[in-house]
T-cell receptor, first 112, second 115 residues
Framework: DQQVKQNSPSLSVQEGRISILNCDYT??????FLWYKKYPAEGPTFLISISSIKDKNEDGRFTVFLNKSAKHLSLHIVPSQPGDSAVYFC???????????FGGGTRLMVKP | DSGVTQTPKHLITATGQRVTLRCSPR?????VYWYQQSLDQGLQFLIH???????AKGNILERFSAQQFPDLHSELNLSSLELGDSALYFC??????????????FGPGTRLTVL
């Protein structure tokens, strides 16, 4: 049972345009969500997070939106840059805070 | 650089063998987590240690075991290896193992190939 799902395995966008990466979850007990970015041959690195008491969190070019009723979150990158090309994972920590449940990842390719 | 180190970077071995993966957490971090990333399963939590004690177990096979030593480094032992154990194994560390979320910092991973 996949509690966190990313239904798009890949996404290709033009440099300067908006990238929108989506994530759905089934566990209504999740109250905090994170996005990680992963380059080849490196470990995932934290990008941005959102608490369930908010519906939006912004950090520079990155904005995460949370729709609790739909159990859906999305990551917007504006404007997209070639250096953003990576695999993006959404994740949620367990209530005990000691394990992350990850989605399957979306590979983003930003074309110059 | 996350500050988390993992050795070796690559490991190639045969079915039935046993290997040990090593992780050194960031300076001062007491928690170590192990995750497995296989092609068809994504990133899956295996086990969490806090200050030498096991705190939580995920989908970790009985053939796998881990420990955290007094100097806080951790080892993941994989035995009776099967082809399906081929994966990337990531270690992450965080400052504490408290009930609220503490950011986890990931190492670069060990790529295990079982032939």
């Amino acid at each position: 049972d996949q509690q966190v799902k990313q239904n798009s395995p890949s996404l290709s966008v033009q440099e300067g345009r908006i990238s929108i990466l989506n994530c759905d979850y089934t566990n209504s007990m999740f109250d905090y969500f994170l996005w990680y970015k992963k380059y080849p041959a490196e470990g995932p690195t934290f990008l941005i997070s959102i608490s369930s008491i908010k519906d939006k969190n912004e950090d520079g070019r990155f904005t995460v939106f949370l729709n609790k009723s739909a159990k859906h979150l999305s990551l917007h990158i504006v404007p997209s840059q070639p250096g953003d090309s990576a695999v993006y994972f959404c994740a949620a920590p367990s209530n005990a805070g000691n394990m992350l449940t990850f989605g399957g990842g979306t590979r983003l390719m930003v074309k110059p | 650089d996350s500050g988390v180190t993992q050795t070796p970077k690559h490991l190639i071995t045969a079915t039935g063998q046993r290997v040990t993966l090593r992780c050194s957490p960031r300076s001062g971090d007491l928690s170590v987590y192990w995750y497995q990333q296989s092609l068809d399963q994504g990133l899956q939590f295996l086990i969490h240690y806090y200050n030498g004690e096991e705190r939580a177990k995920g989908n970790i096979l009985e053939r796998f075991s881990a420990q955290q030593f007094p100097d806080l480094h951790s080892e993941l032992n994989l035995s009776s290896l099967e082809l399906g154990d081929s994966a990337l194994y990531f270690c992450a560390s965080s400052a504490s193992g408290a009930s609220s979320y503490n950011e986890q910092f990931f190492g670069p991973g060990t790529r295990l190939t079982v032939l």
